[in-house]
């Protein structure tokens, strides 16, 4: 691997560190507040927002600017949000504008790994910049229940500034500021990403012309024989993982009668369980082998039922490895696939921030569905069966659709699978 791209993990590795710590920051100031909890489900939509609002728009933008400079703009935009948050304005509309970081972050993000790096090294360099941004998950949730968590909150809150006076009162308020530190490191990070060479694509005079030019995109990606499986694949596999995470939160009260602080740690076991998926698909799996994976998409689903029947902490723990770790297998090399086809039909930030609308037009279908169920009586033990049926069901018909391709268009498929092959020995 090139040197700038382990700057590139550090920077994202600090960033989604940050995060993830301030979702469970939120849930914790929503739940100390006395709000609803169709508030607290709401925050993962809301996180969501702007990155499927502004999906026609961030891809250029980062395709406009060197991408380390577009990731150090998006970690400014993430600090105003805890900013806000920490001063009273709402938490669903603080982590909104954090969701704004996140949405110009992203196609950055993931757009300099095609340009810094050759097509071979595209499923390892997945796989490595996943397994990190698990860990930075696994981590971050574990920070954010820990800095909520009485022990370490009340340090932080016996702190006494001389001749400064602040509102910091509460533990979740105490919690965000630590993270803006956080989001600072990741920011002087961004700074010694290096320049790729790639030329820029200047962003129009009329920005409204790009809404046509994405939407083209997107066709593009939805008509490729191999980007509409990957691309229907990680929509699904994120838009039920985002949701996921808060729902294993509410689970683990209900069934286990966790705290915040408790049940983030099993938000981090699921995470960990990913990390290895992700990192031995990197090292076992190729392009053109990626769409041999969903099978595991089938059985990740049926597994997400069967979490209704745990009870037992020391049953669940390894139930939630190994459920993350059948996602990370999936999820890598297809992302990795999805990467590729788009990066060779229309460049790097606009096949990203297409990948990101979908994605995340998922999150925040689903997880409008679930806070509204949640509104109107649905229980955590209702939605995890729901969503169970949802994966396994809709896996299914992309496997078959995969099939139905194969069959009918089989010269086109083997003619992309070729491609991927070539790149894989000569990238």
Request: aromatic residues 10%; positive net charge.
């Amino acid at each position: 691997m090139k040197r700038g791209f382990y700057t590139i993990m550090s920077a994202q590795f600090f960033s989604s560190l940050a995060d993830n710590a301030l979702f469970v920051g939120a849930v914790q100031l929503l739940r100390s507040s006395g709000a609803p909890e169709w508030q607290q489900a709401a925050l993962v939509p809301m996180f969501a927002l702007f990155y499927v609002v502004l999906a026609p728009f961030v891809g250029a933008f980062a395709d406009a600017l060197p991408k380390g400079k577009v990731m150090l703009i998006s970690n400014g935009i993430k600090i105003v949000g805890c900013l806000m948050m920490l001063f009273g304005t709402h938490p669903l509309m603080a982590y909104a504008i954090v969701g704004l970081g996140a949405a110009a972050y992203s196609p950055a993000k993931y757009g300099i790994l095609t340009e810094l790096l050759p097509s071979s090294q595209l499923v390892k360099a997945n796989g490595w910049i996943e397994g990190l941004t698990i860990a930075s998950i696994i981590l971050g949730v574990l920070l954010g229940g820990q800095l909520v968590g009485h022990n370490i909150s009340s340090a932080l809150l016996s702190f006494d500034f001389p001749f400064i006076t602040t509102s910091i009162d509460t533990a979740p308020e105490a919690a965000i500021c630590v993270l803006i530190f956080v989001y600072i490191a990741a920011a002087w990070f961004n700074t010694r990403i290096p320049l790729t060479g790639v030329p820029m694509r200047p962003l129009p005079e009329r920005m409204i012309s790009l809404l046509p030019d994405f939407w083209n995109c997107n066709l593009r990606l939805w008509r490729d024989r191999l980007g509409q499986i990957s691309l229907s694949t990680t929509t699904l596999f994120w838009g039920v993982s985002g949701n996921l995470r808060y729902i294993v939160l509410a689970w683990a009260a209900a069934a286990l009668g966790y705290s915040v602080t408790q049940a983030s740690a099993l938000v981090g076991v699921v995470a960990i369980g990913t990390a290895v998926g992700a990192v031995a698909a990197s090292m076992r799996m190729k392009l053109d082998q990626a769409t041999n994976v969903m099978p595991l998409g089938i059985a990740m689903g049926l597994l997400v039922i069967l979490l209704n029947f745990i009870t037992n902490v020391w049953v669940a723990a390894p139930f939630l490895i190994l459920l993350g770790g059948l996602g990370g297998f999936l999820v890598v090399p297809m992302n990795a696939l999805l990467q590729h086809r788009g990066h060779n039909l229309m460049g790097a930030g606009r096949s990203i921030a297409v990948q990101n609308f979908n994605e995340q037009a998922c999150i925040l279908g689903l997880g409008a569905f679930y806070s509204l169920s949640t509104g109107m009586g649905l229980s955590a033990f209702g939605a995890i069966t729901v969503f169970g049926v949802v994966v396994a069901g809709f896996m299914w018909l992309i496997k078959r659709w995969h099939a139905r391709n194969c069959r009918e268009h089989a010269e086109e498929v083997e003619h992309l699978l070729d491609i991927a092959r070539s790149d894989n020995l000569h990238g």
